[in-house]
T-cell receptor, first 112, second 114 residues
Framework: GNSVTQMEGPVTLSEEAFLTINCTYT??????LFWYVQYPGEGLQLLLK?????DKGSNKGFEATYRKETTSFHLEKGSVQVSDSAVYFC???????????FGKGTRLSVIA | GAVVSQHPSRVICKSGTSVKIECRSL??????MFWYRQFPKQSLMLMAT?????????EQGVEKDKFLINHASLTLSTLTVTSAHPEDSSFYIC??????????FGDGTRLSIL
């Protein structure tokens, strides 16, 4: 079956630190991969996506590269800000119209 | 970009009341909509999937008579929590998608039953 595993949180970083949130997946075929972000009290926002191997998704300074050989889609940002404090969800889509398969989420807290 | 509008954002009501939550896709036709429930500091729990014009498919353990879902058009789905009780208090989030497009989420509804 399809599944997503992401690193357990919470992650606490100082402002301007480098961020990595690991995400690995199990899927048949060639899924699309996503990172969503949830700010406190809000729904989920699509942060970035990649639809095929070696694609790099990027947005707001965040990046993730679809690595088929390691079945990974790690999220990175070179310099985090306090405003990046949120919960980040890795997800995969393998069929086009069924619900995303989510990881459990990683809570990030950035302190000034 | 695509936007999903969810209303109301917050509801506080007495036990036994039925509460309706609306989810609209604003600039695309949502062939499929999803309803999630999220407990504090946890991931999203899928409750049901609905396709326009057909009955919703509920996940195991979700009471379909308790959580009524209607997907009458390609831009609107509603979730009605019938005879709500304190244990139904939670954060409910809807999501919508077109085939082979990313899922887009509403801002959620915080339901508090007194």
């Amino acid at each position: 079956g399809n599944s997503v595993t992401q690193m357990e949180g919470p992650v606490t970083l100082s402002e301007e630190a480098f961020l990595t949130i690991n995400c690995t997946y199990t899927a048949t075929g060639y899924p699309s991969l996503f990172w969503y972000v949830q700010y406190p009290g809000e729904g989920l926002q699509l942060l970035l996506k990649a639809t095929k191997a070696d694609d790099k998704g990027s947005n707001k300074g965040f990046e993730a590269t679809y690595r088929k050989e390691t079945t990974s889609f790690h999220l990175e940002k070179g310099s985090v800000q306090v405003s990046d404090s949120a919960v980040y969800f890795c997800a995969l889509d393998n069929s086009g119209n069924t619900p995303l398969v989510f990881g459990k989420g990683t809570r990030l807290s950035v302190i000034a | 970009g695509a936007v999903v509008s969810q209303h109301p954002s917050r509801v506080i009501c007495k036990s036994g009341t039925s509460v309706k939550i609306e989810c609209r896709s604003l600039d695309f036709q949502a062939t499929t909509m999803f309803w999630y429930r999220q407990f504090p500091k946890q991931s999203l729990m899928l409750m049901a999937t609905s396709n326009e014009g057909s009955k919703a498919t509920y996940e195991q353990g979700v009471e379909k008579d308790k959580f009524l879902i209607n997907h009458a058009s390609l831009t609107l789905s509603t979730l009605t929590v019938t005879s709500a009780h304190p244990e139904d208090s939670s954060f409910y989030i809807c999501s919508a998608r077109e085939v082979w497009q990313p899922q887009h989420f509403g801002d959620g509804t915080r339901l508090s039953i007194l």
